[in-house]
C-alpha cells in the first residue's frame, strides 16, 4: 500500500489484479488529424513545459479535467478533496472548481481542479480563460466502455485546433487517464493507448478512483514537474 498526504488526509493505493486488455485499434494511418498531431507533438518536444516557478494565481497549479460523461472527472475530484468516493453524481452542467493543498517531500503545492462545461458559443471566452490558464489538462475516459479514448482523444484534437495558439508561457502537461481499473469488463486497450501516448511525448495512466489505485503515481508525476 502507499499514501499521500493530502491535508490530514490520507489517500490509500489499493493494489488490483491485472485484467485481459482488448486489442482494437487506436490510431489508423487514415486518421484525418495524425498529421496535425504529429506537427503539435513536434512543437510540444520543442517548447517548454509549465514551471513551478512560473505559476498563475498566487501559486495555484490549474488542472483543467477533460472527458466524457461519466468517466469519472468528478468522482476524481472529490475523491482528492474530500478523500470520498460519490458513486452517483449529477453530469457537470456549470464550470466544476475544486482547490486542495498537497504536500509531498516537505513541500506545499495548491491545485486547483477545473471541469468545464460543455463548449457554446456564450462560453467561447470563458473557455479561453481556462485553457490560457492551464498548467496541466487531464484527458479522461473510462475503459470498460468502447470509444471512450476515442471521445477524449477528439478532446485533444480540439484542444490543439482552437487554443493551443494560447499556450504561450509554454505548453501544459497533457495527460491521458484511463479510470475504472477496478472493473473487470475492459474495452479499451492499454497498450495500444500507450503507445499512442508514447510517440506523441503525452503523459498516460491508468487509475481507479473508487479505491484510490494509480492516483498516487499521477500526482507524483505532476508534481515532480513543479519542482
Same mark, same amino acid.
Given at each position: 500500500?502507499?499514501? @499521500?498526504?493530502? &491535508?490530514?488526509?490520507?489517500? !490509500?493505493?489499493?493494489?488490483? +489484479?491485472?485484467?485481459?486488455? &482488448?486489442?482494437?485499434? !487506436?490510431? +489508423? +494511418?487514415?486518421?484525418?488529424?495524425?498529421?496535425? @498531431?504529429?506537427?503539435?507533438?513536434?512543437?510540444?518536444?520543442h517548447?517548454?513545459?509549465?514551471s513551478?516557478? &512560473?505559476?498563475? /494565481?498566487?501559486? $495555484? @497549479?490549474? %488542472?483543467? $479535467?477533460?472527458g466524457?460523461?461519466? %468517466?469519472?472527472?468528478?468522482?476524481?475530484?472529490?475523491?482528492?478533496?474530500?478523500?470520498?468516493?460519490?458513486?452517483?453524481? $449529477?453530469?457537470?452542467?456549470?464550470?466544476?472548481?475544486?482547490?486542495?493543498?498537497?504536500?509531498?517531500?516537505?513541500?506545499?503545492?495548491?491545485?486547483?481542479? !477545473?471541469?468545464?462545461?460543455?463548449i457554446?458559443?456564450?462560453?467561447?471566452?470563458?473557455? /479561453? #480563460?481556462?485553457?490560457?490558464?492551464?498548467? %496541466?489538462?487531464?484527458?479522461?475516459? *473510462? @475503459? #470498460?466502455?468502447?470509444g471512450?479514448?476515442e471521445?477524449?482523444?477528439?478532446?485533444?484534437?480540439?484542444? !490543439?485546433?482552437?487554443?493551443?495558439?494560447?499556450?504561450? &508561457?509554454? $505548453?501544459?502537461?497533457?495527460?491521458?487517464?484511463?479510470?475504472?481499473?477496478?472493473?473487470? /469488463?475492459?474495452?479499451?486497450?492499454?497498450? *495500444?493507448?500507450?503507445s499512442?501516448?508514447?510517440? /506523441?511525448?503525452?503523459r498516460?495512466?491508468?487509475?481507479? %478512483?473508487?479505491?484510490?489505485?494509480?492516483?498516487?503515481?499521477?500526482?507524483? #508525476?505532476?508534481?515532480?514537474?513543479?519542482e
Amino acid at each position: 500500500l502507499h499514501s @499521500i498526504s493530502l &491535508d490530514n488526509t490520507v489517500l !490509500i493505493q489499493k493494489p488490483i +489484479p491485472k485484467r485481459e486488455e &482488448d486489442s482494437s485499434p !487506436i490510431d +489508423p +494511418p487514415s486518421h484525418p488529424m495524425k498529421k496535425k @498531431i504529429k506537427c503539435f507533438s513536434d512543437t510540444y518536444l520543442h517548447r517548454p513545459l509549465f514551471s513551478g516557478k &512560473d505559476l498563475t /494565481n498566487e501559486g $495555484i @497549479i490549474n %488542472v483543467l $479535467i477533460l472527458g466524457g460523461k461519466g %468517466v469519472g472527472k468528478s468522482a476524481f475530484m472529490l475523491k482528492l478533496t474530500k478523500n470520498y468516493f460519490e458513486k452517483y453524481y $449529477i453530469p457537470t452542467v456549470m464550470t466544476e472548481t475544486r482547490h486542495k493543498r498537497i504536500t509531498f517531500n516537505g513541500k506545499q503545492y495548491n491545485f486547483r481542479f !477545473i471541469i468545464p462545461p460543455l463548449i457554446s458559443e456564450k462560453r467561447k471566452e470563458e473557455y /479561453n #480563460t481556462l485553457f490560457e490558464n492551464a498548467k %496541466v489538462i487531464f484527458l479522461f475516459y *473510462d @475503459i #470498460t466502455v468502447q470509444g471512450s479514448f476515442e471521445e477524449a482523444k477528439n478532446m485533444l484534437y480540439s484542444t !490543439i485546433d482552437n487554443y493551443s495558439h494560447l499556450f504561450t &508561457d509554454g $505548453i501544459p502537461l497533457i495527460a491521458f487517464i484511463g479510470n475504472k481499473i477496478d472493473l473487470p /469488463n475492459r474495452k479499451e486497450s492499454k497498450a *495500444d493507448i500507450e503507445s499512442f501516448c508514447s510517440s /506523441n511525448q503525452f503523459r498516460f495512466f491508468e487509475i481507479s %478512483v473508487k479505491t484510490g489505485n494509480g492516483v498516487l503515481s499521477l500526482l507524483n #508525476t505532476i508534481i515532480a514537474k513543479c519542482e
